[in-house]
């Protein structure tokens, strides 16, 4: 299936679940130093770029960044630079040629209301589920511990519904911990990775927002057909 241009997308003001993983699955951050290089890219970028961070997890061999962006097209220019400038990174430090990524980044957009909380617990759930550590806030390389128990994160761009949880700081870092702890029944769609992560009716926003006609799955039906469009993030990666 041939990729779809990223800067077809038009929908704006939108959180988007950023993810990439190494190519074949393999380490693309080997020690300390690599976590830190691509954090301060990160820094570095998201001072170029209008967009914010949310939450983040930094994993072996691969990412999760939970960001809001005006501009997806922005977005799009800054996740490449991005990528590539660990990239070039990585060369320089192992001494290797060819790929270090799987492909293009998956950034599917999130309805805030009803699952931004939940993609964030997702991200931050990565080391426990992966067997790394047993709570969520001992990983080190993910924004759990800012949420859960106030650790200070200069990157970290403080969400309303994290505010919502009522009560004061303490308060709202337990109430963090017990819902990274507990069950949470959006988990499935959220993991899915869909090229959005919300209700149908959320899908149907964002579909009218965008501005390339629909691509179906499977056999496509005969006669004309009117689409609506959709966001080019999905699927994006299954060709590569």
Same mark, same amino acid.
């Given at each position: *299936? ?16 950023? *993810? ?19 954090? @301060? ?17 930094? *994993? ?21 630079? /991005? ?7 990585? +060369?320089?430090?192992?001494? %290797?040629?060819? +790929? ?22 997702? #991200?931050? $759930? ?5 067997? #790394?550590?047993? /709570? ?42 017990? %819902? /990274? ?18 209700? @149908?009716?959320?899908?149907? $926003? ?14 496509? $039906? ?11 993030? /999905? ?6």
């Amino acid at each position: *299936m041939p990729r779809v241009p990223r800067q077809a997308q038009q929908a704006t003001g939108c959180y988007y679940h950023v *993810m990439n993983r190494g190519h074949n699955r393999e380490v693309v951050f080997a020690c300390d130093e690599d976590y830190r290089y691509f954090l @301060d890219l990160v820094d570095r970028y998201r001072q170029r770029f209008p967009w914010r961070l949310y939450h983040d997890c930094l *994993m072996g061999n691969h990412f999760h960044l939970l960001v809001r962006c005006e501009d997806p097209k922005a977005l799009s220019a800054c996740l490449a630079g /991005l990528l590539l400038s660990y990239v070039h990174y990585a +060369h320089r430090r192992y001494g %290797f040629v060819g +790929h270090l990524w799987q492909g293009r980044f998956k950034s599917p957009v999130v309805a805030a209301e009803q699952y931004f909380l939940s993609c964030a617990r997702y #991200i931050e $759930r990565n080391p426990v589920v992966a067997g #790394i550590v047993a /709570l969520p806030w001992e990983y080190r390389w993910s924004s759990a511990p800012a949420y859960a128990l106030g650790k200070a994160d200069p990157l970290l761009s403080y969400n309303v519904w994290y505010r919502e949880l009522g009560g004061d700081d303490a308060q709202r870092q337990q109430r963090w911990r017990e %819902f /990274l702890l507990g069950d949470d029944p959006r988990e499935e769609e959220v993991r899915r990775g869909d090229w959005t992560t919300g209700d @149908d009716a959320f899908r149907r $926003r964002v579909q009218r927002q965008a501005s390339r006609p629909a691509r179906r799955r499977g056999r496509p $039906r005969k006669g004309p057909v009117r689409a609506e469009g959709f966001f080019p993030q /999905l699927y994006a990666d299954e060709s590569e």
